[in-house]
């Protein structure tokens, strides 16, 4: 049998470990001091790329996909240039 008190040290011993673990979690996921504001830029850079390309992506498609729709927005783009002189 096991008695109380191996029983209580292995309790101390798996909070310190639980404890041991939640530290190096929380290391983990804080941000580091050597990040730069580059790197942070250059995160937003990629952002806004994959942004862009999923928008010309969607308008190289859009006369495939809604004829209607991009001929009267053609024609809308055309009547506003027209009127702006």
């Known amino acids: ?9 292995e309790v101390a011993d798996l909070r310190r470990q639980l404890a041991e673990q939640t530290e190096a979690r929380e290391k983990a996921s804080a941000p580091s001091p050597h990040d730069s504001m580059a790197d942070k830029i250059a995160e937003n850079i990629d952002g806004w790329t994959s942004q862009l390309e999923e928008a010309l992506t969607e308008l ?5 996909k809604r004829p209607i729709l991009f001929a009267l927005g053609i024609f809308t783009l055309g009547y506003l240039l027209g009127r702006s002189r």
Not at 60 to 64: G, K, T
């Open 60 to 64: 190289e498609d859009l006369p495939h």
């Open 1 to 9: 049998m096991v008695t109380k008190a191996e029983l209580e040290a």
